[in-house]
T-cell receptor, first 114, second 113 residues
Framework: AQSVTQLGSHVSVSEGALVLLRCNYS??????LFWYVQYPNQGLQLLLK??????LVKGINGFEAEFKKSETSFHLTKPSAHMSDAAEYFC????????????FGAGTILRVKS | ETGVTQSPTHLIKTRGQQVTLRCSSQ?????VSWYQQALGQGPQFIFQ???????GRGNFPPRFSGLQFPNYSSELNVNALELDDSALYLC????????????FGPGTRLTVT
């Protein structure tokens, strides 16, 4: 069984400040991990993914995330927030490649203050 | 390259009615997954279709059913609608070889009154 916990349903940062969105997962098989972003009234856009190999993965729009197996975490970071980053972010886990479903966390709404 | 498209954008139905939602997969993708996203929650997996057959199902009752067509497009059917079925329904497509990398459509907002 797999599950995802996103700590903090709302995160507020100032423009130019560090963005840190937390994600912890539970998986009985080696996980594949994802971050998606959702803008109001839109679908989900893939930001980045971890499957195998390098544990620090870089995505679009300057975001990156680090897979830490010992901590079962996959936190999302961005060095400098931009107003356009305001959206809802979802962490998701999938099992071993083979057509499996994505299991999502409850989401974190990021607010960027000017 | 055409992305995932869904129709309709919005839909209002009455409790007890039936609804059909449609999804066209991204070019080159042969696998379609459906998710339900209730307000304020993360998406929940409904089921996945590959080669016109159901390839995995989440914890949803049988009144949620689907189809996949030879061109890989898909339908989600919900019978006997309940108020709790009000949600954003998301379709995602992927290739079977990279099935975990799913690309989502804009969704269909279903309201049941």
């Amino acid at each position: 069984a797999q599950s995802v916990t996103q700590l903090g349903s709302h995160v507020s940062v100032s423009e130019g400040a560090l963005v840190l969105l937390r994600c912890n997962y539970s998986s009985s098989v080696p996980p594949y991990l994802f971050w998606y972003v959702q803008y109001p009234n839109q679908g989900l856009q893939l930001l980045l993914k971890y499957t195998t190999g390098a544990t620090l993965v870089k995505g679009i729009n300057g975001f990156e995330a680090e897979f830490k197996k010992s901590e079962t975490s996959f936190h999302l970071t961005k060095p400098s927030a931009h107003m356009s980053d305001a959206a809802e972010y979802f962490c998701a886990v999938s099992g071993f490649a083979g057509g499996n479903k994505l299991v999502f966390g409850a989401g974190t709404i990021l607010r960027v203050k000017s | 390259e055409t992305g995932v498209t869904q129709s309709p954008t919005h839909l209002i139905k009455t409790r007890g009615q039936q609804v059909t939602l449609r999804c066209s997969s991204q070019s080159g993708h042969n696998t379609v997954s459906w998710y339900q996203q209730a307000l304020g929650q993360g998406p929940q997996f409904i089921f996945q279709y590959y080669r016109e057959e159901e390839n995995g199902r989440g914890n949803f009752p049988p009144r949620f059913s689907g189809l996949q067509f030879p061109n890989y497009s898909s339908e989600l059917n919900v019978n006997a609608l309940e108020l709790d079925d009000s949600a954003l329904y998301l379709c995602a497509s992927s290739s079977q070889t990279v099935s975990y990398e799913q690309y989502f459509g804009p969704g269909t907002r279903l309201t049941v009154t």
